[in-house]
């Protein structure tokens, strides 16, 4: 079994290579945090949800959401007013 030998070089082209990635993900999370509208799957997405869960969420009135055509909308920051109405303070 060889070694492998890891240069200065290597580790400067994976740190931009890694520095990119980032850069692009954060570019991506501001993206859908700057849309007004997010569909189910996004939220299910944002929130870690099942469909389920987001289904049970319309029922009971805890997120508000608008209906055109068959295609479920969902305003983000009005999933952000639900998430810090629903805060828990736990106290020690």
């Given amino acids: ?3 492998t030998i890891i240069t200065t070089e290597d580790l400067r082209e994976f740190k931009i290579e890694l520095l990119e990635d980032i850069k692009d993900l954060l570019q991506n999370e501001k993206g859908q945090r700057n849309k ?3 569909k189910s799957n ?3 997405d944002l ?3 099942s469909p389920g869960t987001l289904q049970n ?3 009971n009135g805890t997120l508000p959401y608008t209906k055109i055509g068959g295609v479920l909308y969902y ?3 009005e999933i952000m ?3 810090e109405q629903n805060k ?3 106290r020690i």
Avoid: D, P, T
């Fill in 57 to 59: 969420l319309r029922i």
């Fill in 36 to 38: 007004k509208w997010l």
């Fill in 47 to 49: 929130l870690g949800i």
């Fill in 1 to 3: 079994m060889g070694a």
């Fill in 81 to 83: 007013e639900v998430l």
């Fill in 88 to 90: 828990v303070h736990n």
């Fill in 42 to 44: 996004e939220v299910r």
């Fill in 75 to 77: 305003e983000y920051h």
